[in-house]
């Protein structure tokens, strides 16, 4: 049973295309976030929802929208994709908000072409 | 400035010998500090914390970090390395409890194993 799963794993995509990445976990808890893994290897905190409720929301282009439909579940929707967009993107949950153990899910490389 | 810092980027330790990963931080608040490590094509599986208490740290695989207040480090130690250890170690910083705050995370030390 995986703990945080994201799907799906490779999304290859050409500019303009609108795409959606999906977290799930199964660890009951109230923390859910999105990190981006560019090039380098660099982690950045995107976004972060505590049930449900959006609590962090770094400097990122409002074509990144998150939704939270329950705890457990966290998306990611990007419009109008840009060559820049090529990341990993890595759904995490921690028990609660602040710095917690996170769980990280597997990943989601993003290519647009 | 909130930050971490890992002044390696890329370290290669023969298979048997010792390894320290360099992690220093500026943070406001009393911190929270963390090792994640990295495999190629996976997520990051957490080694080891400190949250208070014992100022060295154990962790899975062998490791341990020690937390030096005057000098905001936090390096990552092994004794003895294995060639299954090559990943991308990350150092992180955080506050727990608060709302609107989430770890930080250094830039990442590459870890080669010859053997």
């Known amino acids: 049973d995986t703990a945080v799963s994201q799907t799906p794993k490779y999304l290859v995509t050409q500019m303009g295309n609108d795409k959606s990445i999906k977290c799930e976990q199964n660890?009951?808890?109230?923390?859910m976030y999105w990190y981006k893994q560019d090039s380098k290897k660099f982690l950045k905190i995107m976004f972060s929802?505590?049930?449900?409720?959006?609590?962090i929301n770094e400097t990122v282009p409002n074509r990144f929208s998150p939704k939270s439909p329950d705890k457990a579940h966290l998306n990611l929707h990007i419009n109008s994709l840009e060559l820049g967009d090529s990341a990993v993107y890595f759904c995490?949950?921690?028990?609660?908000?602040?710095?917690?153990?996170?769980?990280f899910g597997a990943g989601s490389r993003l290519t647009v072409l | 400035a909130q930050s971490v810092t890992q002044p390696d980027i890329h370290i290669t330790v023969s298979e048997g010998a010792s390894l320290e990963l360099r992690c220093n931080y500026s943070?406001?608040?009393?911190?929270?500090l963390f090792w994640y490590v990295q495999s190629p094509g996976q997520g990051l599986q957490l080694l080891l914390k400190?949250?208070?208490?014992?100022?060295l740290v154990q962790g899975i695989k062998g490791f341990e970090a020690e937390f030096k207040r005057s000098q905001s480090s936090f390096n990552l130690r092994k004794p003895s390395v294995h060639w299954s250890d090559a990943a991308e170690y990350f150092c992180?910083?955080?506050?727990?409890?608060?709302?609107?705050?989430?770890?930080?995370f250094g830039k990442g030390t590459t870890l080669s194993v010859s053997s």
């Open positions: 995490a949950s921690s028990p609660t908000i602040g710095a917690n153990v996170l769980t």
């Open positions: 400190y949250f208070s208490g014992d100022t």
């Open positions: 943070y406001g608040a009393t911190p929270y």
């Open positions: 660890l009951g808890h109230d923390t």
């Open positions: 992180a910083v955080g506050a727990a409890g608060q709302a609107g705050t989430a770890l930080i």
């Open positions: 929802y505590n049930n449900k409720e959006l609590i």
